[in-house]
């Protein structure tokens, strides 16, 4: 690759991102981030006086993972944990909100409960280690806020312990609660907090309305044994990548495309066949073999 066609500008945002949005010779951006940052990029494209920029983004969710009374309980906090705390909960895909269906959700709580028990915190460089750190302080404190809130309002159902190792660096202790309604949240919480929502049979048409009204649509987490129930949540919920009976992160780069819809992205997924075309510019040239005289080069021909 030519020198000049590949920069890497690390900075922050309000500086280097924000320079870089706002000139007119930008042509295109593709982001991976945050909902509010994809926003403000959307808006600094607009207000300039250029030609309409493309804008790929691929951004958070209020992911959620739908398990109902035939799922493999084992399978389920297995994925459960892969989904919620692997690098503690810092991915966009990583499950927000488990809704468990009502008849098996005290025992996968229990199970949940148990397992997060045994879940090590600590330094991410060592093989004994489950979930290592937030990124900085600043995540470490909007995680804490969210806790203290979720103390309030909601019910704490398993907590994960920190030992002497992280009395320095931003660790926070992965905890589930339960909640009443998905509702309840208003905004991605980036980290290891998992909330728990129970529903009952007849009321799965309701869920799906209510993961869709968040205007999320990253990832969907489906645990099921009953394939006409799988197809109606897929079918049902608007997301982008939907896995069913195992976890939902860690899509695989060249196998699996991946990239959501509505507020967690703009469409065209990474490594899918309609990615590349967001970077071109499409043109047609039509011409009139027909016309009136012909090919003019062909009269010259016979001469000499």
């Known amino acids: 690759i030519p020198e000049p066609l590949l920069q890497f500008l690390p900075g922050d945002g309000h500086t ?11 042509s295109g951006v593709a982001f991976t981030g945050s909902t509010e940052t994809a926003w403000a990029i959307n808006r600094a494209l607009a207000a300039r006086q250029a030609p309409i920029a493309t804008l790929i983004a691929e951004t958070g969710g209020q992911n959620a993972m739908l398990a109902d009374s035939s799922a493999l309980p084992e ?20 499950a927000r909100v488990l809704f468990v269906q009502d008849d098996v959700a005290d025992k996968v709580i229990k199970m949940l409960s148990g397992a997060m028990a045994e879940l090590k915190v600590g330094n991410p460089c060592l093989l004994s280690t489950d979930v290592g750190p937030v990124i900085d302080a600043d995540a470490l404190a909007l995680l804490k806020a969210h806790a203290e809130r979720m103390d309030r309002e909601a019910t704490l159902l398993a907590q994960a312990t920190l030992d002497g190792s992280c009395a320095h660096g931003h660790f926070f202790a992965p905890r589930a609660y339960e909640i009443s309604s998905i509702d ?10 998992l909330h ?21 649509g990253l990832t969907l987490g489906i645990h099921s044994r009953i394939d006409t129930t799988v197809e109606r949540i897929r079918r049902g919920i608007h997301a982008g990548n939907c896995y069913v009976n195992r976890n939902q992160i860690g899509a695989v780069v060249g196998v699996q495309p991946f990239g959501g819809e509505g507020l967690s992205g703009t469409g065209p997924k990474a490594g899918g066949p309609h990615y590349l075309a967001r970077f071109a510019t499409e043109r ?16 010259t021909l016979s001469d000499g």
């Open 196 to 216: 728990v929502v129970r529903w009952k049979s007849q009321q799965l048409d309701q869920v799906i309305a209510d993961i869709n009204a968040t205007g999320y």
């Open 284 to 299: 047609v040239l039509t011409i009139n073999t027909t016309a009136a005289g012909g090919n003019a080069s062909l009269l």
């Open 75 to 94: 399978q389920l906090v297995k994925d459960v944990l892969a989904s919620a705390f692997d690098s503690a909960g810092q991915r966009c895909s990583a």
């Open 16 to 26: 280097v991102g924000a320079a870089l949005t706002g000139d007119p010779r930008v």
């Open 184 to 193: 309840l949240l208003k905004r991605e919480v980036f980290g290891p907090i």
